[in-house]
């Protein structure tokens, strides 16, 4: 079987940063304490978990330091840090901070703000939450025809940065065709567009794909569904989800991993199917 690894696989320089962040603020001040998990990676967070990080749903005033995670945090937990002495540990990735920025300036104006992304993902209500929670939301082409128009306000168009590429242009086109009173930031990160592009080009060079990414992570998800739409593939958080069976038959093999997927799980799946041949 011959294997081929997609270039860009793995963490992104906005997840490395973030670890990088958290191991060092571990060493630094002890205990940690992270709002929610920092990445998608269950494998990854266990291992920070080890080291003194400590994951918590909500912000408490008695914690001494509060790390925000590398996807971003609604704006409440900002205010609520600093009014209360709490020190800020951000690992808020500097994509997701750049549409913070856009969308809070843009809100401040006057405009409407329209984000494309699964509303119920952390990011994208962290991003809401920086234009007071009044955003509409773009999951797909369909939902196009939800929004509520109106010919007097300016609206302003965001992405959630692991938004499927392929879609992009249908739905600007989509929205363009309703306002003319549209302002749009590509904000789908460039992290996201090589993987995407990736395995785009390599999925007409294989058999089957095999993605690794957690089951909650947004980028992982958008690859295999690129990925399904083009050939044969599978969806695993590790090894342990794999089986001699899958393979049969397959005699080029395409291998991709989420931006939050650390090296090690992608060198044990690499292992894997290296032994089976």
Not at 180 to 207: G, P, W, Y
Not at 251 to 274: C, H, M, R, W
């Amino acid at each position: 079987m011959n294997i081929i690894l997609s270039k860009f696989s793995g963490y992104c320089y906005g997840v490395k940063r973030a670890i990088s962040i958290a191991q060092n603020s571990i060493e630094e001040l002890g205990k940690v304490y992270s709002l929610g998990s920092i990445i998608h990676n269950k494998r990854a967070v266990e291992k920070l978990e080890n080291q003194g990080l400590q994951i918590v749903d909500d912000i408490d005033k008695n914690y001494k330091n509060i790390l925000f995670r590398s996807h971003g945090v609604e704006k409440k937990f900002y205010n609520f840090a600093n009014e209360h002495g709490v020190n800020i540990i951000d690992t808020t990735c500097t994509f997701v901070k750049k549409i913070h920025q856009i969308v809070a300036d843009k809100y401040k104006s006057g405009n409407e703000i329209i984000i494309i992304g699964n509303k119920s993902h952390p990011e994208v209500i962290g991003i809401n939450s920086w234009c007071d929670y009044t955003a509409q939301f773009v999951g797909d082409e369909k939902d196009v025809e939800k929004l509520k128009i109106d010919k007097n306000c300016n609206y302003v168009l965001v992405f959630q940065t692991t938004f499927n590429i392929e879609k992009y242009e249908e739905i600007v086109s989509k929205i363009s065709e309703k306002t003319e009173n549209l302002e749009i930031f590509n904000t789908i990160c460039n992290a996201t567009k090589k993987r995407q592009d990736a395995i785009l080009e390599i999925s007409e060079k294989v058999d089957m794909i095999v993605v690794i990414g957690d089951k909650s992570s947004s980028n992982s998800k958008k690859l295999y569904e690129l990925a399904s739409s083009r050939c044969k593939s599978i969806f695993v958080e590790d090894c342990s989800e794999l089986d001699q069976s899958m393979f049969e038959n397959v005699k080029n093999l395409g291998i991709t991993a989420g931006a939050s997927t650390p090296d090690f799980v992608i060198d044990e799946v690499i292992k894997y199917i290296q032994d089976l041949n």
